[in-house]
């Protein structure tokens, strides 16, 4: 039944984008037919527009069918270089979005399809760091992430910042520890408790 389910739903997918595609194309050729004979083009020249609007229709189909079934192609996830001192090893990386704080992260990139965004920070020992605005990475489970010292990324997460925190919002970004291991996420006063300790002055 799995197996079978599975396989309807990838018929339904293929001719739910085929139908995009040559949908966009009829509707398209058929409009630059129209508006050439509107003009009093010869029949020639209706042929040729059709031709070139039908192209065109085609072209916005296949995006149609990027953006809806291939999004990670059509808005490829914004990417976050970190940059870590010598020696880190924390195993949750905590970044807080705080109005109030000096610290930015600068993305570039422009805000075209299947252009990726891409930010840089440096954190802190402690590994706790203030932003004033996380932008692109507010809400995106799929960022991806660049440690400096090539470590591998393991596990992201975030929400509404613990109260008393001061923050709007927050960020955890797991990576191994030497042993291989990653140590449960902090959460809600784990969490709360977890920056205080970190951001205390024998912390930083």
Do not use: C
């Amino acid at each position: 039944m799995g197996g079978d389910g599975m396989g309807g739903l990838a018929v339904a997918i293929i001719l739910a984008m085929v139908l995009m595609i040559v949908g966009a194309w009829a509707i398209a050729l058929l409009l630059g037919r129209w508006v050439a004979r509107q003009r009093g083009a010869s029949p020639a020249a209706v042929k040729k527009a059709g031709l070139f609007a039908s192209l065109i229709g085609v072209a916005l189909g296949l995006s149609a069918v990027a953006a809806t079934f291939f999004e990670s192609s059509w808005s490829p996830p914004p990417k976050l270089e970190i940059s870590v001192p010598p020696g880190y090893a924390q195993s949750w990386t905590i970044l807080l979005e705080d109005p109030r704080a000096p610290a930015e992260i600068v993305w570039r990139g422009a805000d075209f399809p299947f252009a990726q965004r891409r930010g840089r920070i440096a954190v802190p020992p402690a590994g706790v760091l203030r932003v004033k605005a996380l932008g692109e990475a507010a809400g995106r489970g799929d960022l991806e992430i660049r440690w400096s010292d090539g470590a591998p990324h393991n596990g992201t997460g975030g929400g509404p910042a613990p109260a008393g925190s001061g923050a709007r919002s927050y960020i955890l970004l797991g990576r191994p520890l030497p042993d291989g291991s990653l140590p449960e996420a902090p959460s809600g006063d784990s969490l709360a408790a977890e920056i205080r300790l970190r951001e205390t002055p024998d912390q930083r």
